[in-house]
Nanobody
Framework: QVQLVESGGGLVQAGGSLRLSCAAPGRTFSRDTMGWFRQPPEKEREFVAAIRWNDGNTYYADSVKGRFTISRDNAKNTVYLQMTTLKPEDTAVYYC?????????????????WGQGTQVTVSS
């Protein structure tokens, strides 16, 4: 069983930055793909970014390209989401998860072991 723990959320003004972290105590990621997703208020959960642990390839939703960066730290077994130039529409609960199926890397149904989420609120 994998337990993911997200942290780093908070309240920030539009144009500001935050860095989210996702750790998996006791788990070593070597061939996994890790994803970040978000669920805005009263909306469906959506894909944000993903990274393949073995080669570092990254994938982004169009809405965050050029503003968000996903990365990993092998030594700390942690994946990060650096968010810059934040907008009010980025307000959501952010989740990390492990890709567990061969579905599209952008499909949240292909992910499991969801963390508890961390709230990001961007004020205008």
């Amino acid at each position: 069983q994998v337990q993911l723990v997200e942290s780093g959320g908070g309240l920030v003004q539009a144009g500001g930055s935050l860095r989210l972290s996702c750790a998996a105590p006791g788990r070593t990621f070597s061939r996994d793909t890790m994803g970040w997703f978000r669920q805005p208020p009263e909306k469906e959960r959506e894909f944000v970014a993903a990274i393949r642990w073995n080669d570092g390839n990254t994938y982004y939703a169009d809405s965050v390209k050029g503003r968000f960066t996903i990365s990993r730290d092998n030594a700390k077994n942690t994946v990060y989401l650096q968010m810059t130039t934040l907008k009010p529409e980025d307000t959501a609960v952010y989740y990390c998860a492990v890709r567990v199926s061969a579905r599209s890397i952008f499909d949240l149904k292909g992910y499991g072991f969801w963390g508890q989420g961390t709230q990001v609120t961007v004020s205008s």
